[in-house]
């Protein structure tokens, strides 16, 4: 798969991309991985070394929990689920994003007609 | 499980066994590569479903995992900072477990002692001598009970067991001399004379040792 997406671009926005996959639903390793994918519509690809990183992180920082599965074939899945602060954080990082978007929209294209108005 | 999908479960086992291989050994390690393990398995499956051979949908697997290095590293610190806690507290268990049999086994050397040279119709100063073992294994049991790690409590500072098992010593000690001299004089107010020096000194530093202490109980999880 092509990244047509540059990594410096998206680095910052992992764990507000994770939190939204689990916002949707208990989710585990391969499973956000393979969300991740069809979310972006095949454009992005989030590595999973990258995930279980952050996995381990947001754990810690106690935005998601984990259980395990009860599958017997193949070997038992690690689930995740988002906490309440996580669901928190998440709201927060989508107020943000869209704060800085449009900030960056007048950066990045923005010219003198712009700031005319 | 059927035949055909042994190899993929073979290789993504040594694989993630060698990634993490001369990493410590722990619960954390354990859950990770058993993640790592069951998603690796689910994705190679899922190659081989498009179309590729066992072997190449293992490489393909492998090689979209990405950089683990970093996951490495940090399982690897994880597994050191654990050795070294396990290292320490089985060291202090092993201590406080040795103490508390050998302060028992002096408290009953001196007890079978006292009561033996009694029956042997010692002299009552040599009997009532070998009771300095009881002493003795009583502080001692009071330092190992105090510094071991139970299920509601901490083990206590070593020094501040210490003191607690010189007070309890000091204690008992009072109550020897006090018998010793009675036994030696025949006299009854030098041996609550003695009694009083040393028992004052003791109860001194226990009601200290009581008055300051910092709680040790676990808080309930």
Redesign the interface.
């Known amino acids: 798969m092509d990244t047509t997406i540059s990594n410096d671009l998206i680095r910052g926005h992992t764990t507000t991309i994770i939190l939204n996959v689990l916002s949707q639903g208990d989710n ?3 499973g956000i ?1 393979k969300r991740i994918i069809e979310l972006s519509g095949n454009q992005y ?1 989030l ?4 995930l ?2 952050a996995f ?1 992180r947001l754990e810690g920082e106690g935005l998601i929990v984990s259980y395990w599965g009860d ?1 017997t ?6 689930y995740y689920r988002i906490t309440d602060s996580g669901k928190e954080l998440y709201e927060q990082s989508k107020r943000d994003w869209d704060f800085a978007k449009s900030v960056l929209d007048k950066l990045i294209k923005g010219g003198f007609d712009h700031a005319k108005e | ?1 059927p035949k055909n ?1 042994s190899l993929i ?1 073979k290789k993504v086992k040594a694989y993630i066994e060698n990634l993490f291989s001369g990493v410590g050994e722990n619960q954390q390690l354990y ?2 590569k ?10 190679a ?1 899922d190659y081989k479903a498009r179309g590729m051979d066992e072997e190449q949908a293992f490489k393909e697997a492998a090689i ?5 290095s ?2 490495v590293d ?1 399982m690897r610190r994880l597994g050191q900072n654990t050795a070294r806690l396990a290292v320490n507290t089985t060291m202090t268990a092993r201590i406080s477990t040795a103490g508390i049999i050998a302060g028992v086994l002096l408290v009953l050397f001196g007890a079978f002692t006292v009561a033996m040279l009694y029956y042997m119709g010692m002299d009552a100063v040599s009997t009532t001598g070998t009771g300095i073992f009881i002493v003795a294994g009583g502080a001692i049991i009071t330092y190992s009970v105090l510094t071991r790690e139970t299920r509601r409590k901490y083990a206590m500072n070593r020094i501040r067991a210490a003191f607690y098992g010189l007070a309890c010593g000091i204690l008992l000690f009072s109550i020897f001399t006090a018998v010793i001299t009675r036994f030696a004089t025949g006299e009854m107010f030098i041996a609550i004379g003695s009694l009083m020096v040393f028992s004052l000194v003791g109860v001194g530093l226990l009601l200290f040792l009581l008055l300051t202490g910092a709680g040790r109980r676990k808080r309930e999880k």
């Open positions: 585990y390793g391969y991985y690809e590595k999973e070394a990258t279980y990183t381990r599958e074939q193949g070997g038992r899945r690690k | 499980m999908e479960d859950d990770l058993e993640e790592l393990a069951t998603n690796m398995k689910e994705k499956q979209s995992m990405g950089d683990l970093g996951l940090d």
